[in-house]
């Protein structure tokens, strides 16, 4: 039975990549399981264009239970745009877009919340370098 790959959480596959051994094996493993929450976590943590608009370092927040989580990453990734300079987030007060922020990570896997508060640090994933996933989704920083 084939498995639908977006069943996956963005920091499962992450993790894949990580453990693959070659740069081909990397970048088929992103392709293959190519989704806007992946390509957004990738775009926001290595295009320098990105500038967030939230406070440094990590917020208070309580992380959901893995086995229980209310939604994913692969909903919530739409989110994103409230949270950088120049968004939409920019009409909301800070505490407001902190809010939002902190409910983002609290609905969301655990370890998919470490994947945004990673990102939102610019702290590369494990074993991706901005020149593999600019070389997996061809044009994706550029934007």
């Given amino acids: 039975m084939a498995v639908n790959q977006l069943d996956l959480f963005v920091f499962e596959v992450l ?14 493993l992103l392709r293959q399981h190519e989704s806007w929450a992946l390509k957004d976590i990738l775009n926001g943590t290595f295009n320098e264009a990105f500038k967030w608009n939230l406070p440094p370092g990590k917020p208070p927040y309580r992380a959901s239970r893995p086995e229980s989580a209310p939604t994913n990453l692969l909903r919530q990734n739409v989110q994103f ?14 505490p407001k877009r902190e809010s939002l922020f902190i409910g983002l990570l609290e609905g969301i896997h655990p370890d998919d919340a470490l994947v945004v508060l990673n990102m939102i640090a610019k702290k590369s994933p494990k074993g991706i370098t901005k020149k593999l996933a600019e070389e997996a989704f061809n044009g994706l920083l550029s934007k």
């Fill in 15 to 28: 993790d894949k990549v990580a453990a693959a051994k070659t740069k081909e094996e990397k970048i088929k």
């Fill in 81 to 94: 745009r409230y949270f950088f300079e120049g968004g939409p987030g920019d009409k909301l007060s800070p």
